[in-house]
């Protein structure tokens, strides 16, 4: 079945730091994937997305590669701030009843920066 | 404000009563989803809208669920005859169109006591 998890349940960095979030996806038929930030009683926050066209995209601070070949997903931050300590979601659009309309989340990985 | 908004934010209610949750998308969003996470856990998928039309419905979508979106604007959420385990936040996302970003609500906790 299809299914998005995470290699690590937490993350702890130093301020400054640069921090690296993985994704593992199973269902090859995915072509969107999206990272969420989520703060504690919050809802998710998009902070970038990509397409299966594509191996990398940045924004501000961020980058996502993608390895379509392992099926691997990951999310870079640099200069990690306080402000950054959150919960991350990778997600990918959901091949349910074969319209891909949905995003399914993997557990998230929660991140702690250290001043 | 300009999100998605949710209300309410949160919900006590007891087992056995019906609740109802409220969704207001971005304006010009066609697509709007519902979603439920447990503490600990990622968002859950239950189901989702074209405009109006209830096109995908999760298995975890129980028949006590119902979700409307009559206008194609705000949608709503219920759950009947409420269970202990339906204690979760219920969040609310609506895209423009298929495969481009998902912008969420706050949610809406609810807690059955």
New interface residues.
């Given amino acids: 079945g299809e299914s ?1 998890g995470l290699h690590l349940p937490t993350l702890s960095v130093q301020e400054g730091d640069n921090s690296i979030i993985n994704c593992a996806y199973s269902n090859s038929a995915s ?2 994937f ?1 990272w ?1 930030k989520q703060e504690s009683g ?5 902070i970038i ?1 990509i ?1 299966s066209n594509m191996d990398k995209r940045q924004g501000q601070r961020v980058t996502v590669l993608l390895n379509k070949t392992v099926k691997h997903l990951s999310l870079q931050i640099a200069a990690t701030q306080p402000g950054d300590s959150a919960v991350y ?1 990778c ?1 990918e ?2 091949d ?2 074969g ?10 990985t929660k991140l702690s920066v250290k001043p | 404000d300009t999100g ?1 908004s949710q209300d309410p934010r949160h919900k006590i209610t007891k087992r056995g009563q019906n609740v109802t949750f409220r969704c207001d998308p971005i304006s010009e969003h066609n ?1 709007l ?1 519902w ?1 439920r996470q447990t503490l ?6 239950l189901t ?1 809208f ?1 405009n109006e039309a209830q ?2 419905k ?1 298995r975890l979508l129980s028949d006590r669920f119902s979700a409307e979106r009559p206008k194609g604007s705000f949608s709503t959420l219920e759950i009947q005859r409420t269970e202990q385990g339906d204690s979760a936040m219920y ?1 609310c ?1 609506s895209t423009r169109t ?2 481009t ?7 809406t906790r609810l807690t059955v006591v």
């Fill in positions: 998005v072509d969107y999206i969420y919050k809802g998710p926050q998009f997305d397409r979601f997600a659009n959901g349910y009843g319209s891909q309309g949905n995003l399914i989340f993997g557990k998230g | 998605v697509r989803y979603y600990g856990q990622g968002p859950e998928f989702y074209q096109l995908e999760s969040l996302a298929e495969n970003e998902a912008f969420f609500g706050q949610g």
